[in-house]
């Protein structure tokens, strides 16, 4: 299963946000608009992101729940059938909530930073740093941390959970 070190925070200003880690970016941005639907999932978490209508992934997720750098298990899938996949894990599974987000992307080596801007919820930045196989938790929780540190996110920034979790607990 892949696994990266991520962090959430919650920005007050995106174009300076955005400004600022263009500068230190080596892509992007990307703009990509998401809508994840969220199922009923015992082991982690479960959503369909749909990209377009002839665009989406399913992902599986496990990670903890608290505020710093965290490692997070995922697995990914790709399908050209969102629509109809959406419809098969609504009737296993069960829907339990759904987040739309317009996303920028920006890439800076193996780093992901992605700028969020949550309907109904706010404004977030994320920073997903990918780890190899057998690479230390702790390398990529520094790297993590050392990148808070040049974009200046501070400890009292930083938010628990999913967005899901967020909008569920009004914790805006």
Sequence with gaps: ????????????????????????????????????????????????????????????????????????????????TPESLREILSAGYGQIGRIRKHRTLFLMGRTRIHIDQVEDLGDFIELEVVLSDEEATDIGVKLANELMMKLGISPSQLCEGAYLDLLAHNCS
């Design 1 to 80: 299963m892949a696994r990266n070190i991520e962090i959430k925070a919650r920005i007050q200003d995106v174009a300076s946000v955005v400004a600022q880690v263009a500068a230190l970016a080596d892509e992007g941005p990307i703009e990509i608009i998401q809508d994840d639907l969220f199922f009923s999932c015992p082991n982690g978490r479960m959503k369909l992101r749909t990209l377009s209508p002839t665009r989406g992934e399913l992902i599986f997720y496990r990670r903890g729940n608290s505020q710093g750098p965290k490692e997070s298990f995922y697995l990914i899938s790709s399908t050209t």
